[in-house]
């Protein structure tokens, strides 16, 4: 069992930046594959960024690449999304999310998911 806590969100400027942590408990963390996903109002969610197990493969979506970074932290139990050049369509609720075994941008094949956290991007 995994649980999954995210913060980091916030109101941010057009350009501005944010970093979104994701905290899990469990001793297995570092087996997991973790995923972040967001949803916008009306919208499906949709993926964002993936990192395996080590943090030595990442994938993002087309939408940030070039802007997102993921990272973890097996020692620290956390997965980060570093977010730059933020863009008023970045607004959604950002949700991190877990599997054990490698990453996917589908959705319904993470175990795991946290309550999310917002980010809001004025323009």
């Known amino acids: 069992q995994v649980q999954l806590v995210e913060s980091g969100g916030g109101l941010v400027q057009t350009g501005g930046s944010l970093r979104l942590s994701c905290a899990a408990s469990?001793?297995?963390?570092?087996?997991?594959?973790m995923g972040w996903f967001r949803q916008a109002p009306g919208k499906e969610r949709e993926f964002v960024a993936a990192?395996?197990?080590?943090?030595?493969?990442?994938y993002y979506a087309d939408s940030v690449k070039g802007r997102f970074t993921i990272s973890r932290d097996n020692a620290k139990n956390t997965v980060y999304l570093q977010m730059n050049s933020l863009k008023p369509e970045d607004t959604a609720v950002y949700y991190c999310?877990?599997?054990?075994?490698?990453?996917?941008?589908?959705?319904?094949?993470?175990?795991?998911w946290g309550q999310g956290t917002q980010v809001t991007v004025s323009s």
């Open positions: 990192i395996n197990w080590s943090g030595g493969s990442t």
């Open positions: 469990g001793r297995t963390f570092s087996s997991y594959a």
């Open positions: 999310a877990a599997r054990p075994e490698g990453w996917r941008t589908s959705p319904g094949v993470y175990n795991y």
